[in-house]
């Protein structure tokens, strides 16, 4: 393989890794208020609740 052939391979290989990278550090910084948290889940209970009162029909 020509030496450009591998020079487009480690790029590519570094574009991936770093983007990878960039996610894993910039996941865990998302902040969400206790407030709607409380409010997320509140809903995802409602939620539930009404899926299983369907199911038993």
Do not use: C, H, N, T
């Not at 020509?2 to 983007?19: C, D, E, H, R, T």
């Not at 809903?43 to 899926?51: D, F, G, V, Y």
């Amino acid at each position: 393989m020509p030496m450009i052939g591998w020079i487009f391979i480690l790029v590519a290989l570094a574009l991936v890794l770093g983007s990878l990278f960039m996610l894993r550090d910039s996941g865990s910084k998302m902040y969400i208020p206790k407030d709607k948290l409380e409010k997320v889940r509140k809903r995802k209970a409602e939620l539930e609740a009404e899926e299983k009162s369907e199911d038993q029909w």
